[in-house]
């Protein structure tokens, strides 16, 4: 649309003053499908999935400066939103994406620079006496109490308590005429998702990748369509589409939220197992790195994911190496058929000290994985917390490995780290406690 043909419009929809407010804003310069042009302008609940980089977080920044103004199309003419809760996965999540990123609040702002408050979780507009507080969807609890007129929900696709998270929010937002919230994610198949989509009283939008080309670096978009066009990670990452489970995967999203706990409990014995990659070229294999740990009933638990991409091997020794004193572990479980004993010599350069021990895989990843998976279906595997990229990774393993013919570097290090575990679990390491 032209910016013409857009100024008429305001007039029509919104009035004369109202597009007069608008002019020189970031209205003219955005994408009509960042803002809700259908049939409520104003949705209660406003549900935007969209892919990397397509201008989700600045649309949520933009409807969150809008709102504190008083400023269509986002509100009501001159109707001023004063308490606004952003909620995102984590605390720092909230401040240095939502907040502070380059297309956060602060960056977006115009009119009135907000006064971020680090101490006090807020965002404060002095002039009007707008406050934006932060909360983490690692503590639903936090939301039980206070009460809003308006919420930005970010990345909720990737929340670890998401049905607890979001069900809290809804019963603070209660204050004012109207209260509206919009949710800025990249879709995963996640039961709070199925559940938004499904809602036909939650508007939605979507925003592919490509559409916001031109704000970003030259050649992202075609390098990333090159490689992940028409994958289901393509679809999922750049179109901003739900992607559903395969159907032939091993796992699913239902087996893993059944998977999840909220505290790991004593561990009996506790591993870390790496995956290396041939070689650390930017077109290499990520090194999966997983932690898992047996507990007194004997079941696995899943405690960290510290995959890394592209590392090269001391890089990921030391990440591997960190995480197994972090968590006081028994061993390193490392692959060694790409590297073989080189593996375990570069383990050894960052700490001697540490017991490794080198496995082989004689048979291919999917049979390998497949009596995992069916520890998964008896109970017998758990998550201590939601880890999204091994989840994502484990819901498209089939018999031909990942859409796209990626690696499954995390799968496999989860195989290695909970086969050891349950197959070949030994006696514990004493450790000494304060």
Not at 23 to 45: H, I, M, N, T, V
Not at 83 to 109: C, K
């Amino acid at each position: 649309m032209r910016r013409s043909s857009l100024k008429k419009w305001c007039e029509s929809e919104i009035g004369l003053h109202g597009a007069d407010a608008l002019d020189g804003s970031w209205f003219f310069s955005a994408r009509l499908e960042q803002y809700p042009l259908g049939k409520d302008p104003r949705p209660a609940c406003w549900l935007v999935t969209g892919g990397r980089g397509s201008g989700k977080t600045r649309l949520g920044a933009e409807w969150v400066d809008g709102l504190v103004h008083g400023q269509p199309p986002f509100a009501q003419e001159r109707q001023r939103y004063g308490l606004i809760a952003l909620v995102g996965e984590t605390l720092a999540d909230v401040r240095e994406v939502m907040i502070e990123g380059p297309s956060g609040i602060l960056a977006v702002s115009r009119v009135e620079r907000p006064r971020f408050e680090a101490s006090r979780r807020r965002l404060v507009w002095p002039a009007s006496g707008a406050v934006a507080h932060m909360f983490s969807s690692e503590d639903p609890e936090s939301l039980r109490g206070p009460q809003f007129d308006a919420a930005w929900c970010d990345e909720a696709a990737k929340w670890k308590n998401a049905e607890a998270t979001f069900d809290m929010l809804q019963f603070g937002l209660r204050l004012g005429s109207r209260p509206m919230q919009i949710i800025t994610t990249t879709p995963r198949p996640t039961r709070l998702m199925k559940m938004l989509l499904a809602d036909p009283q939650v508007a939605h939008g979507r925003l592919p990748t490509e559409r916001n080309a031109k704000n970003l670096a030259a050649g992202f978009v075609e390098a990333l369509t090159k490689r992940y066009g028409g994958t289901r990670l393509g679809r999922q990452e750049l179109e901003g589409e739900l992607v559903e489970d395969r159907e032939d995967a091993l796992w699913s999203r239902e087996m893993l939220a059944g998977a999840f706990v909220q505290e790991a409990g004593e561990m009996r014995r506790i591993v870390v197992a790496v995956d290396p990659p041939a070689s650390s070229r930017k077109t290499s294999d990520a090194c999966g790195i997983v932690a898992a740990g047996l507990d007194g009933e004997g079941r696995a638990v899943v405690l960290a994911d510290a995959t890394l991409k592209r590392a090269k091997p001391r890089d990921w020794a030391t990440a591997a190496v960190a995480l197994y004193h972090r968590l006081e572990a028994d061993a390193i479980v490392a692959e060694v058929n790409q590297g073989g004993d080189m593996v375990t010599a570069v383990i050894r350069t960052v700490d001697e000290t540490v017991p490794v021990k080198a496995v082989r895989a004689n048979r291919g990843k999917w049979l390998r994985a497949e009596p995992i998976a069916a520890l998964y279906s008896q109970g017998r595997v758990k998550h201590a917390g939601r880890f999204a990229e091994l989840e994502d990774e484990m819901c498209d393993f089939g018999p031909d490995g990942l859409s796209g013919g990626r690696s499954p570097d995390r799968v496999d290090a989860l195989v290695w780290a909970v086969g050891e575990l349950i197959r070949n679990g030994g006696e514990p390491r004493i450790r000494d406690f304060v």
